[in-house]
């Protein structure tokens, strides 16, 4: 075949690697990790607990190997055990299935070995095959010898005990007797039991040396047999892998015959890849080899393209696509950003060393009684919140983080086609994702006019600039653009509901990506994030809603999925798929996969109406070619898990650099002590800096109702300042959510903090917008009159909500060092 060889089972009859195994209805698959060794197969929930706990092992030389479907297979050995494991691709099955069942073969043998070898009667050769005969009786004969000789070891080990205690009893016997009565008797016992104890001891001796050179004798000639049969398994190994292959390959020319009939009326689609066809397609070559996707989602499925796109001739692919309805696309395999006339570098420029560690995470404790100490007689808005439920990074460099992957959007500019650069956005849609998979820490939130600037202009070609444009509600601009031909920009406000267990943020306003080459502009939006076992449990954190990346040019639109994690649902985790159409709804493209992992796309050659799914929708049938990695997640650093899980981008977000704007989130005190582990002094200067912040907002206000009132009715400063919680408590109850006016965006929360005593604080979590536990949402009383410093505010021509885009300025500012109209916010 073309493609490269997947990894074979090593041949030390060790094969290891990640499988989801099904656990209950209640958890699902989990992925567990599998060990493949002597005929046993092993699983355990991580690689660390292979020293030290093992969750299960089946013996394969009694258990029975069944396939299911194209990722599922079940283990069993009778009804005792049963493992129902699903691989992550097809291809990663057939390698587990191979491996699995050579191991049984290889278990099956050595038991039949065992027990030919500890029976008592002599085993005769077998009539055929005379050599293997005689090489099995010399290793019976062989094996028989070495029997005597352990054998003769434990007798020996034997009688040195028995003799030993007994010269122990004489020689103490010897000790006690007094001089002159019976000495001669006890002298010669003793000598007559140290003789004994002798001679057993010289026969322990001879025993051994006559089993250890009778084990050298023969190790290297094992050895020989043993290379030879490993040997042997190898050839074997390759053998079955390409006959799977061969079948894989027939098996799915045959359903994908069966699928779509030559004459393309009433495609139809065999669920169970039942029915009789007739078709020899043993002289396809290796590029008809098609794969189906890893899951069926709810709305679609997909099915192997028919042969006969890849059989025509040149002539014929233009008469294929004028009757498909596709443009002038190529039906190869090749990469689809592939640009010939890209322009090279000539010169090599050198670039400034990153950082790759930070400050490891300290193990500070955290005590709730005390948090609690502190909110006594303390107004609900003025109560701080320890760094503890932080990480050192604020809000505007997680958004900064999101170009982690710019090189989708540097692939996407070089497309020519519109749906091909579709499909390159929708994948770094989701790749703004992957970061957050074990990020359950919360970023600061950014005080009013912080930006946080990302200057990779000679790395990556790009530069990024974002700022804290309101207050209330809290909102974030952010703007990049990069000199491959590609702006992105987007504004962020975070609004939560809070449901007990779980806390859902649903980010409001657009992302917009605009290619000058092209003018295509592209928009979509976030989808819900939630954060679960907010009060009691582990914090984990799931993706789930809908996305429609629009190109507003052309009209073609990218439906993406997110798939909500479901403890009853066989699919794979965090699933994410996606359909692009053009205008007029035709589909192009069928992207799949996870958004903590990997994302794949295919060709869309053909497409009908299929059987009715489970809820009784008629789902829609693509004919799909082979799929293409799209893009794939970069691995976490080494020790990620002692500096927040953050990514190699992450780690260098609050690297100091210099000549940044004195408002840049790199200079902030607190989120700066919080990295070098001095949480104490962190949580002082985080307070300092939320009472700075509510002393300027009152400031603002002042004279904003100085500005708008007669002085004859100017509010006074205590009227301004009153909180309406300061109210009487019984026309408030126990409901009172409403947000102080001293409120500020720091993570003093802006509504009473829920200190639990079976879990965290849950204010950290929740911001403007939030609805408390009876459904009162939290908002604020007054709108800040504040003025952004680098972005303006304008009505967004294409969705006609307000829009913040960057007015410019900040790097002709940068670049003279004069950085006179920046606020002192820190």
Request: proline share 6%.
């Amino acid at each position: 075949m073309s493609e490269s060889k997947p990894p074979t089972p090593t041949p030390g009859d060790t094969y290891k690697g990640w499988l989801f195994k099904w656990t209950n209805y209640i958890k699902g698959y989990q992925r567990r990790w599998f060990v493949l060794s002597n005929g046993l197969l092993s699983y355990y929930r991580t690689q660390a607990e292979m020293g030290h706990t093992c969750r299960g092992t089946i013996n394969l030389a009694t258990a029975n190997i069944a396939v299911e479907d194209s990722c599922n297979f079940v283990i069993s050995n009778g009804g005792a055990q049963t493992y129902h494991l699903k691989a992550s691709s097809e291809v990663e099955r057939q390698r587990w299935i191979t491996a699995l069942e050579l191991a049984k073969a290889k278990a099956v043998h050595m038991q039949a070995e065992s027990d030919d070898s500890g029976d008592d009667c002599p085993t005769l050769p077998p009539s055929s095959g005379q050599g293997g005969g005689c090489r099995n009786s010399e290793v019976q004969s062989t094996l028989r010898t070495l029997g005597s000789k352990v054998e003769d070891l434990s007798t020996c080990n034997d009688l040195i005990a028995k003799h030993g205690s007994a010269l122990q009893r004489s020689l103490s016997e010897l000790e006690g007797i007094r001089p002159g009565a019976d000495m001669g008797e006890k002298i010669r016992q003793v000598t007559e039991r140290a003789t004994l104890f002798r001679i057993t001891s010289n026969a322990m001796i001879n025993a051994c040396r006559d089993f250890l050179t009778l084990a050298q004798a023969h190790s290297k000639r094992w050895q020989k047999a043993l290379q030879s049969e490993r040997d042997q398994r190898i050839r074997l190994e390759e053998t079955l892998e390409q006959l799977a292959k061969q079948h894989n390959h027939l098996e799915r020319a045959f359903r994908g015959a069966t699928v779509l009939p030559p004459s393309f009326s009433n495609p139809a689609l065999d669920a169970k890849g039942s029915g009789s066809g007739k078709g020899d397609a043993s002289d396809e070559d290796d590029e008809n080899e098609f794969f189906d996707a890893m899951e069926d989602p709810a709305e679609f499925i997909t099915v192997p393209a028919d042969p006969k796109y890849h059989r025509r001739s040149g002539s014929n692919v233009s008469g294929i696509s004028s009757e498909l309805g596709t443009d002038d696309q190529s039906f190869d395999e090749q990469s689809l950003a592939s640009n010939p006339e890209s322009p090279q570098p000539l010169e090599v420029e050198l670039v400034k060393q990153r950082r790759t560690r930070i400050h490891e995470k300290p193990n500070y404790s955290l005590n709730l009684w005390s948090i609690m100490k502190n909110c006594i007689g303390k107004e609900l808005s003025k109560i701080p919140m320890p760094v503890n439920f932080n990480e050192p990074l604020s809000m505007l460099q997680r958004l900064s983080e999101d170009l982690e992957y710019y090189e989708l959007l540097d692939k996407a500019a070089k497309c020519q086609s519109s749906l091909e650069q579709l499909c390159y956005v929708a994948a770094f849609t989701v790749s703004s994702y992957s970061t957050t998979v074990h990020r359950t820490g919360k970023p600061f939130n950014p005080l009013l006019g912080e930006t946080f600037e990302l200057d990779r202009l000679r790395e990556c070609g790009y530069r990024s600039l974002c700022e804290q444009v309101s207050h209330h509600p809290p909102a974030a601009a952010h703007h990049a653009i990069s000199e491959r031909g590609w702006t992105l920009r987007q504004e962020i406000t975070l609004a939560s509901k809070f449901r007990g267990k779980y806390l859902s943020i649903m980010p409001l306003g657009s992302i917009q990506c605009i290619f000058e080459k092209s003018n295509n502009h592209y928009s979509w939006k976030k989808v819900t994030t939630t954060v679960h076992n907010i009060i009691v449990g582990k914090l984990w954190i799931d993706q789930s809603g809908e996305i429609d990346v629009v190109n507003h040019r052309t009209g073609d639109r990218c439906h993406l999925k997110f798939a909500p994690y479901s403890y009853f649902s066989r699919d794979v985790a965090r699933k994410v798929t996606g359909v692009v159409t053009d205008k007029d709804g035709k589909a192009h493209y069928v992207l799949s996969g996870t958004w903590d992992e990997k994302m794949e796309f295919s060709r869309v050659m053909q497409s009908s109406k299929g059987e009715n799914g489970t809820e009784g929708k008629q789902r829609t049938v693509y004919q799909t070619l082979k799929a293409k990695e799209i893009w794939k997640k970069n691995p976490l650093p080494e020790g990620a898990e002692t500096m927040y899980y953050f990514s190699s981008l992450a780690l260098t977000l609050n690297e100091p650099e210099e000549g940044v704007a004195p408002t840049d989130s790199r200079l902030r005190p607190d989120q700066r002590l919080m990295e070098a582990g001095r949480w104490d002094e962190a949580n002082g200067e985080k307070q300092r800096l939320e009472e700075k912040q509510r002393t300027a907002r009152r400031e603002r206000e002042r004279e904003a109702a100085k500005a708008s009132n007669p002085p004859e009715e100017a509010v006074t400063e205590d009227s301004i300042n009153d909180s309406p919680l300061k109210t009487d408590a019984g026309e408030i109850g126990t409901e009172a959510t409403e947000v102080s006016d001293e409120t500020d965006t720091e993570d003093s929360p802006p509504h009473t903090p829920i200190a639990s005593p079976y879990g965290p604080p849950l204010s950290p979590y929740l911001t403007e917008g939030t609805e408390g536990f009876h459904g009162i949402p939290v908002k604020s009383t007054h709108q800040d009159s504040h003025q952004a410093l680098w972005f303006k505010r304008i009505d967004d021509p294409i969705s006609g909500e307000p829009l913040h885009v960057y007015s410019g300025g900040y790097w002709e500012a940068k670049d003279q060092g004069s950085w006179d109209m920046c606020p002192d916010i820190f």
